[in-house]
């Protein structure tokens, strides 16, 4: 009998191996999306350095943890983004899958031009 982890440890294994193929650079780098159960997160860090070049969450605002919400904080990253100089980005999902939330947060991001196709992500 084949015993399969528990929805956590399957999102970790699932962030893994996107990790193995993303690497955030001073001209594009990763944006790191956290999703938690009162809170979104979204960091741009360049991973040559080892630092976070900008950042945005939810956290301390009064707000719902829903995809409307997911929206408003892909508005916010971008100003954010455009604010730090970012003209590239490449997307790490943190193993959750590409609906909902996390499509609200990167959608903005998208029809800015700062993300162009999925296979450029990768």
């Given at each position: 009998?084949?015993?399969?982890p528990?929805?956590?440890?399957?999102?970790?294994?699932?962030?893994?191996?996107?990790?193995?193929?993303?690497?955030?650079?001073?001209?594009?780098?990763?944006m790191?999306?956290?999703?938690?159960?009162?809170?979104?997160?979204?960091?741009?860090?360049?991973?040559?350095?080892?630092?976070?070049?900008?950042?945005?969450?939810?956290?301390?605002?009064?707000?719902?943890?829903?995809?409307?919400?997911?929206g408003?904080?892909?508005?916010?990253?971008?100003?954010?983004?455009?604010?730090?100089?970012?003209?590239?980005?490449?997307?790490?999902?943190?193993?959750?899958?590409?609906?909902?939330?996390?499509?609200?947060?990167?959608?903005?991001?998208?029809?800015?031009?700062?993300?162009?196709?999925?296979?450029?992500?990768?």
């Amino acid at each position: 009998m084949i015993r399969l982890p528990s929805r956590k440890k399957g999102r970790q294994m699932r962030h893994a191996r996107i990790r193995a193929r993303i690497r955030g650079t001073a001209e594009r780098p990763r944006m790191a999306i956290m999703i938690s159960n009162r809170h979104m997160y979204v960091q741009f860090i360049d991973d040559d350095r080892g630092a976070t070049v900008a950042s945005v969450a939810t956290a301390g605002r009064e707000h719902k943890n829903n995809a409307a919400t997911a929206g408003e904080l892909g508005q916010s990253a971008l100003k954010c983004a455009l604010d730090a100089g970012i003209r590239r980005v490449v997307v790490d999902r943190g193993g959750h899958k590409f609906h909902g939330r996390v499509k609200a947060i990167v959608e903005p991001l998208k029809q800015a031009g700062l993300l162009t196709g999925a296979r450029e992500a990768s």
